[in-house]
């Protein structure tokens, strides 16, 4: 399998693995909130979602590359880490956007419908994360992130 490809499904694997640690501790505090407004209750569940999900996905990212910037010598290429760094954060950047955005609208829809807060929560979790995942992937794509693995 080429590199490049191998590297896309690891950071597929990243970021699913973060969703669903982050839709678990989302679906608690939207439960946990479920007496507040609306609008209070998808604020905070966005706040934790985000909040965990990038301590999630930062560990599981670092864990899966970092022999990828060692230099032969054992140092660290900080040129390629700084590049990659950004293009990334980038990456990311653009679909948190329309992740955020899209999470707190249907979230805060399905609570105006009377769902139950751990339900809409869910539902808006699953949802947003199929526009993240595809956001992400092509943003990736278009950065070239894995163009030099290539």
């Not at 990456?91 to 249907?106: C, D, F, K, N, Q």
Request: aromatic residues 16%.
């Amino acid at each position: 399998m080429k590199t490049s490809y191998r590297e896309y499904l690891k950071l597929n694997k990243n970021l699913i693995i973060s969703f669903l640690v982050a839709l678990i501790a989302s679906a608690t505090v939207a439960q946990l909130f479920s007496e507040e407004e609306s609008y209070v209750n998808s604020s905070y569940t966005v706040i934790v979602d985000f909040t965990v999900f990038y301590s999630s996905f930062s560990i599981l990212f670092y864990i899966d590359n970092r022999k990828r910037y060692r230099l032969p010598d054992g140092k660290t290429d900080n040129n390629q880490l700084k590049k990659d760094l950004v293009k990334i954060i980038s990456s990311l950047g653009v679909g948190e956007i329309i992740y955020m955005a899209t999470r707190w609208y249907l979230q805060y829809y399905f609570l105006t419908l009377e769902y139950e807060p751990y339900i809409a929560s869910t539902i808006a979790h699953l949802a947003s994360t199929l526009v993240y995942m595809i956001a992400v992937n092509l943003s990736v794509k278009f950065t070239r992130l894995y163009k030099h693995d290539a």
